[in-house]
């Protein structure tokens, strides 16, 4: 019998620092079964449910065996493991529906082509039922393929003129909506086209300001050089679609 998968998609999440995106990705992860994120900051490993890996070898072989549900945080020691990093969640997948969370993406892509893994996952995820969060400080400085696919545009404020623009133009409303915005204000565009607007709030106290890992630049040359609660519940329910053809490789590969 052909197996059957949901559709997945991605949803693009924007807004400089302390916006509240990371936030919002954690709240819509509440029903996912399969969740993989890149954690290039730390912050996802230590919440319930997570196992942080940081050893890429580890984070294969665990996936590997993983056909069930399971949370995983991979703390990369070098961003140009990111590309890998996608073809993983991309295998993942294959094996049953995930979600895959890509933090900072500006840091690994740029706006040219996007980096290959990461191509494919972006252009070929939603079909194998694969659930994308794509998360950005800098909109203009990211890859494109991300955001010309996504289905959901979440977008807080932003502190660049020419990033309000590139995500104005995308979601379709004048970028004098996107200069109203204040920290914690957000604009989302769902799959439907329609755009509506809150203000993340929190019902305890604001965490204590500590110390945050200092962030890992690429080498030169090697990032440039070849280049809603809905959505993540949408990856464990079942599936109106048959899985297509199979996959250019499998996590026996990688
Ligand atoms: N319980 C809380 N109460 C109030 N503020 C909080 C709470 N938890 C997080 N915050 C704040 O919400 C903001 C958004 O955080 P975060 O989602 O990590 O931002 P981003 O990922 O966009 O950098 C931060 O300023 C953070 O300090
Ligand atoms: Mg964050």
């Known amino acids: 019998m052909t197996a059957r998968r949901p559709d997945g998609r991605i949803v693009y999440v924007c807004g400089s620092t302390g916006s509240g995106k990371s936030e919002?990705?954690?709240?819509?992860?509440?029903?996912?079964?399969?969740?993989?994120?890149?954690?290039?900051?730390?912050?996802y490993g230590h919440l319930p449910g997570f196992v942080r890996v940081a050893d890429p070898a580890d984070l294969v072989a665990r996936l590997r065996r993983l056909t069930g549900p399971g949370r995983l945080a991979f703390v990369a020691d070098d961003l140009r493991r990111f590309d890998w990093f996608s073809r993983v969640a991309f295998a993942w997948g294959q094996l049953a529906p995930c979600v895959a969370v890509a933090e900072e993406i500006a840091d690994v892509t740029h706006p040219g082509k996007a980096p290959p893994g990461w191509g494919v996952l972006v252009r070929r995820g939603r079909k194998y039922g694969i659930v994308t969060y794509a998360v950005t400080q800098r909109p203009a400085e990211a890859d494109k393929t991300a955001l010309g696919n996504a289905a959901v545009?979440?977008?807080g404020w932003l502190a660049d003129a020419a990033d309000r623009a590139t995500v104005a133009r995308k979601l379709g409303v004048p970028v004098a909506r996107l200069d109203a915005l204040a920290p914690l204000d957000w604009l989302e565009r769902d799959a439907a086209g329609?755009?509506?607007?809150?203000?993340?709030?929190?019902?305890?106290?604001?965490p204590a300001p500590g110390p945050k890992a200092p962030r890992r630049r690429p080498p030169p040359g090697s990032r440039a050089s070849d280049p809603d609660r809905r959505a993540a519940a949408a990856a464990s329910k079942p599936a109106p679609k048959p899985a297509p053809a199979a996959p250019a490789w499998t996590l026996d590969d990688l």
């Open 153 to 155: 545009i979440h977008v």
């Open 194 to 206: 329609r755009v509506t607007a809150g203000r993340l709030t929190f019902r305890t106290a604001a």
């Open 24 to 43: 919002y990705v954690r709240r819509q992860l509440a029903g996912a079964r399969r969740v993989l994120v890149w954690d290039i900051d730390d912050e």
